[in-house]
Nanobody, 120 residues
Framework: QVQLVESGGGLVQAGGSLRLSCAASGMIFSINAMGWYRQAPGKQRDLVAVITRGGSTTYADSVKGRFTISRDNAKNTVYLQMNSLKPEDTAVYYC??????????????WGQGTQVTVSS
């Protein structure tokens, strides 16, 4: 069984910073891409940032220059440093990872979500 556990969400004023963490645990053979998505009320879940095992990154245009994704492969953990936060960044943030649990099996896993609220 594999679990993704997120932490670091909360309430912050506009212009402030937060750091999200997501740790994977369980029967893990290896982890490929890891990423962060977010979903605001009444909207679809959108990609925020993704990082490959080798460290290549991709960001949504709306967060480029403000958010930084990173990972620690030894700890099976992905981070999202969020700076210069705006009220429109308010959403539930979900961690996602493509995890190989055996030689032939790779599946997508999701965390439970962590609320980020940015006040104006």
């Amino acid at each position: 069984q594999v679990q993704l556990v997120e932490s670091g969400g909360g309430l912050v004023q506009a212009g402030g910073s937060l750091r999200l963490s997501c740790a994977a645990s369980g029967m893990i053979f290896s982890i490929n891409a890891m990423g962060w998505y977010r979903q605001a009320p009444g909207k679809q879940r959108d990609l925020v940032a993704v990082i490959t095992r080798g460290g290549s990154t991709t960001y949504a245009d709306s967060v480029k220059g403000r958010f930084t994704i990173s990972r620690d492969n030894a700890k099976n953990t992905v981070y999202l440093q969020m700076n210069s936060l705006k009220p429109e960044d308010t959403a539930v943030y979900y961690c996602n990872a493509a995890i190989r649990t055996s030689f032939a099996t790779t599946s997508d896993y999701w965390g439970q979500g962590t609320q980020v609220t940015v006040s104006s």
